[in-house]
């Protein structure tokens, strides 16, 4: 079997309204319904203190979506743009928080891309790493994300990612979403 190198874009770039909206949204979160899951199998781990993935397709009946989504919708927008796509749809989005022993395996997402928003980042918090497929060795390589607090990464969904476990007495708070790029910009066909 041959590999076959593709040069993928991923993105990573500050929110703008982070500053603006941080606050108001780390309260809407903390005061929202939640499931707490906690799952281990032999390569895979999910323990998270307080997600609403249960909910991830209603964006009318919860306050923190309603505040975010406009100004999400705004970014990602500006994302496919940049990728020359015609328009992004925000298909699923539900946040997660992490406090200490919490972490998320090896895992994948549905749609064209996936994501996320560091809304609440200290700066000993574990970071999102991504394996990445191009390698000629037997071994699995992992790229790092330096993100900061603020910051959105993108890429594509199919690709391996994890959260680290949280060693530190911190508490993480990041917005997941699952985007579908459509259409394709007239000057690339």
Known sequence: MKKIKLEIASLLCE????????????????????????KKADNWEYNISKCDWDYNEDFTNREWVNLLKPHLQKHFNKCADFLQYQKCNIKRMWY?????NDAHGWHIHGETYTGVYYL????NATKTEL????????ELQIANIEAKEGDIVIFPSFVIHRSP??????????????LEFEGIKEQVR
């Open 15 to 38: 929110f703008e309204k982070h500053n603006d909206i941080k606050d108001d949204l780390i309260h809407l979160i903390n005061k929202s319904t939640s499931h707490i899951e906690n």
């Open 96 to 100: 997660q928080q992490y406090q200490k």
């Open 120 to 123: 609440q980042m200290p700066d």
């Open 131 to 138: 394996i990445n497929h191009w390698s000629q060795d037997t």
């Open 165 to 178: 476990k949280i060693i530190s007495d911190i508490t993480k708070t990041i917005i997941s979403f699952n």
